[in-house]
């Protein structure tokens, strides 16, 4: 999962765009708020993996509820849940958590790596601007590991800082995580730990005809609009998945790709999203 050695990457000449990246993602690390959103997974195979998203963030709690599962930090826990193979939903005990300006400093340090130049290398990654809140993060020179794939663009509400957008080119598959609903203010509700099946995973098998169309970089989503405040519900329905896309479903702790201990994907919060 992490990403493929690529020796084709050649880095372009564009404003150097980091320092306002990492500004907006502290923040969201740091901000209160809750955002309903769908993320999907679309294999280079055309089978998808959705699944609505919870992330809500209140410091030092946060918890993030997708896949059926549940990961976060609840009053100094640890907190993992699951649903079990034979279904029934069940969360173990947690540990003790790492102090919250902690983890924000981890999660801030290792973004801030992969923009780092040295004597020996450039930096893993660029970072351009588009717009006010609206980053992409460029793969800039060939690697065996690549933690937001060779190509992923943010998007930060503007009112809350928190992630609105993330799409990621990963190694054999596009992940996006959008917002359909963003609220300055969390209820206790946010942070239930009891099993809700909205937030189950369904999945889409290879469409009988398709062929491999997924060889573009571009991230750009086919509609970046703001969440709605009043976003529609959306009815769930799961499908027979096959053996590959059951294989490459993710686990609530993740956006999506490898990401260990940020804030934005469920981990700490996540460390996306």
Known sequence: MGGALDGRITAGPS???????????????EGTYAVRA?????????????????????????????????TGTISGSIITCATEVGGTFHCA??????????T???????????????????????????????FELIQNRPSAVLPYGSQARFCFDEATGA???LIEKLEGSIDTFEATEIRSSVSPQDFSLNEDNAFATRTTPVPSDSTDSNDSNDTTAPNDTRPSADPTT??????TATTEASAAAPDANSAGSAHAGDPSDGSSLPHTL
């Open 38 to 70: 769908e993320f999907t997974r679309r294999l280079d195979s055309q089978a998808t993996l959705t699944s609505e998203a919870l992330v809500a963030q209140r410091p030092p709690d946060s918890i993030r509820r997708q896949f059926g599962g549940i």
């Open 163 to 165: 992630v609105r957008l």
């Open 15 to 29: 404003p150097d765009a980091s320092a306002p990246f990492l500004a907006a993602y502290q923040r969201s690390l």
């Open 104 to 134: 924000v400093r981890q999660s801030v340090d290792t973004m801030t790596s992969y923009f780092a130049v040295t004597p020996e290398a450039p930096a893993l990654y660029r970072a351009v601007r588009y717009g006010d809140d609206c």
């Open 234 to 239: 959306t009815t769930t329905t799961a499908t």
């Open 93 to 102: 005990p947690g540990g003790d958590a790492p102090a919250f300006a902690d």
